[in-house]
């Protein structure tokens, strides 16, 4: 006689856990630090629970927690402005020549900003339309230089911003920030007007007479091009020649000078770096001459 067991047939699963299943039975014990956190997710990313890139804005967000508007923020000195005195054959010449969507405009010096000027409301002048400067801005919106990333973050996503001037402890303007300034954090390098066509030469002659150079560039070529000895057994690029220079990555606007070059970083995040600017620096007189 045939006995049938009361226990309900269940057919054996076939679907793997799922990312999130997976992460969570990795976490199950509760980091004590941000330390182990981080151990525990690169044991993740060991295991192939999910690849480098993922791995590599994980960390970028953790980090920007970190840190505040003073470290990736565009300093005074860099900043281009519009003056509210400019004409408008003025204004357009420089912000063609400029190639950024947004500026501040000013009154009688930097620390003067009266609001933001959006290039593509130049579209208006093209059109036929009578132009007031004052009439096109938008307001602009001020931050300390030591407000927290991840909170300017947030402020631009409620507010729509994408860029914040920057202001010292004296209510001087100190820099500018945008908010991909803040997302290359996270997600690493954007191209943006200021990057390299991948593919333009490596190094390029600028108007001012210095050279944006790629941190990708190649030693030996960078020798051809400033009569440089730097050695490529080393290092390969240029980029890995000031990081072994300076044992660790240089920051955005880092200056480093080595035979008798300055080389400023333009763009870097916590990863890489990624392009730089180069000049030569003037030659000491003799002394007593």
Not at 46 to 59: G, M, S, T, V, Y
Not at 113 to 141: C, Q, S, T, Y
Request: proline share 4%; hydrophobic share 45%.
């Amino acid at each position: 006689m045939a006995h049938f067991s009361s226990t309900p047939f269940m057919e054996p699963s076939s679907s793997k856990p799922s990312l999130l299943e997976r992460l969570s039975a990795l976490l199950s014990r509760e980091p004590e630090d941000r330390e182990e956190l981080l151990s525990l997710l690169h044991s993740a990313h060991d295991r192939n629970l999910f690849d480098a890139d993922a791995l590599a804005i994980i960390e970028g967000a953790l980090q920007v927690s970190d840190m505040q508007v003073r470290d990736v923020m565009i300093p005074r000195a860099q900043i281009d402005v519009v003056s509210i005195e400019d004409s408008v054959e003025e204004i357009t010449r420089f912000v063609i020549t400029a190639a950024h969507s947004r500026f501040p405009v000013i009154g009688e010096s930097k620390d003067d900003v009266i609001g933001i000027l959006l290039a593509k409301d130049l579209l208006r002048v093209f059109a036929g339309e009578a132009f007031n400067l004052r009439e096109m801005l938008r307001p602009a919106v001020f931050v300390p230089e030591s407000k927290r990333l991840n909170v300017l973050l947030r402020d631009f996503r409620v507010s729509r911003n994408h860029m914040a001037i920057v202001v010292d402890e004296y209510g001087g303007v100190a820099g500018l920030v945008t908010i991909e300034d803040v997302l290359e954090q996270i997600v690493g390098d954007i191209e943006d007007e200021y990057d390299f066509d991948e593919a333009a030469d490596n190094i390029i002659l600028d108007q001012a007479g210095r050279y944006r150079v790629k941190a990708g560039t190649e030693i030996e070529d960078f020798n051809a091009a400033f009569a440089t000895d730097f050695s490529d057994s080393e290092y390969d690029t240029v980029g890995g020649l000031l990081i072994r220079r300076l044992g660790r990555l240089p920051k955005r606007n880092e200056i480093v000078e080595l035979a008798g070059l300055r080389f400023q970083v333009l763009r870097a995040d916590s990863r890489r770096v990624y392009s730089l600017l180069v000049e030569r620096l003037p030659e000491a007189e003799p002394v007593g001459g």
